[in-house]
Nanobody, 119 residues
């Protein structure tokens, strides 16, 4: 069974930094694009950043210049380095990965990790 497990969330003051990790486990033949999304209370889920299997990246305008997505293919892990955090970055952050497994190609989601930016 394929799983995505996030870690690294928490409470941080405005201007601070956090690094999120998302590790994929299970019988995985290939991992294609991976990404981070977030959902704040009362708001729709939104894309934060994505990274292709070749390392190409794309970011939401609201996080450009502050967040960096990266991946370690050997560890089946994607990271999100978040700097200069703002209160409006507060949300549950969810990892997404499109993977090939015994059940075919499909999108998988992690359970989410809470990020709270507050003084």
């Amino acid at each position: 069974q394929v799983q995505l497990v996030e870690s690294g969330g928490g409470l941080v003051q405005p201007g601070g930094s956090l690094r999120l990790s998302c590790a994929a486990s299970g019988i995985i033949f290939n991992i294609y694009g991976m990404g981070w999304y977030r959902q704040a209370p009362g708001k729709q889920r939104e894309l934060v950043a994505v990274i292709s299997s070749g390392g190409s990246t794309n970011y939401a305008d609201s996080v450009k210049g502050r967040f960096t997505i990266s991946r370690d293919n050997a560890k089946n892990t994607v990271y999100l380095q978040m700097n200069s955090l703002k209160p409006e970055d507060t949300a549950v952050y969810l990892c997404n990965g499109r993977m090939s497994s015994v059940t075919g190609n499909r999108d998988y989601w992690g359970q989410g990790t809470q990020v709270t930016v507050s003084s």
